[in-house]
């Protein structure tokens, strides 16, 4: 697949919303910021990146099932209903998400303490809230976690076997 421009790092902290007249923020994105990390890479990989980061389970599944064919969707919107124009597949985004998910996944533990860390910090939470963002996080990651698992038993088994992750 051809590569795009990657942002790499996205997740909520680096996206603003505007705000409208009221001071209500709105569902409209008015920036995204912090771009230290872009790069040339997957079309899948910063969408892999927000839903394994910004979602919990439910939500990335949910997302999941609909948005890699709501990206194609886009694209050949943007190409005038010229799919020929369109540089990849359903099936190709499809197994690009697969492979960045998995990097996602097995990156969300290693930053839960990053993540979740100031919140032991912050004395105007008590231990229950604290405990149940940290639960949430944990969350996430069995999910993510069970999801990679399903992926490597599945349709990348052959990843799995060849290469013992």
Same mark, same amino acid.
């Given at each position: 697949m051809p590569s795009i421009l990657v942002h790499g790092d996205m997740h909520m902290g680096n996206i603003m919303f505007s705000i409208d007249k009221n001071g209500n923020i709105c569902n409209e994105i008015a920036a995204i910021v912090d771009w230290q990390t872009l790069h040339e890479g997957s079309a899948m990989s910063d969408l892999a990146r927000f839903l394994v980061?910004?979602?919990? =389970?439910?939500?990335?599944?949910q997302s999941e099932a609909?948005?890699?064919?709501f990206y194609y969707e886009c694209l050949k919107k943007e190409f005038g209903g010229d799919i020929s124009k369109i540089p990849y597949s359903i099936e190709q985004l499809q197994k690009a998400y697969n492979f960045a998910f998995l990097t996602q996944a097995f990156f969300l533990l290693a930053d839960l303490d990053f993540f979740f860390g100031p919140i032991k910090d912050r004395?105007?939470?008590?231990?229950?809230?604290?405990?149940?963002f940290?639960?949430? =996080?944990?969350?996430?990651?069995?999910h993510a976690y069970q999801d990679a698992d399903k992926l490597l038993q599945g349709e990348m088994k052959e990843y799995f076997d060849k290469y013992g992750i």
């Open positions: 980061f910004c979602g919990d =389970g439910v939500v990335r599944r609909m948005a890699i064919e004395k105007e939470l008590n231990d229950g809230i604290k405990m149940a940290y639960d949430y =996080g944990v969350l996430k990651a069995l």
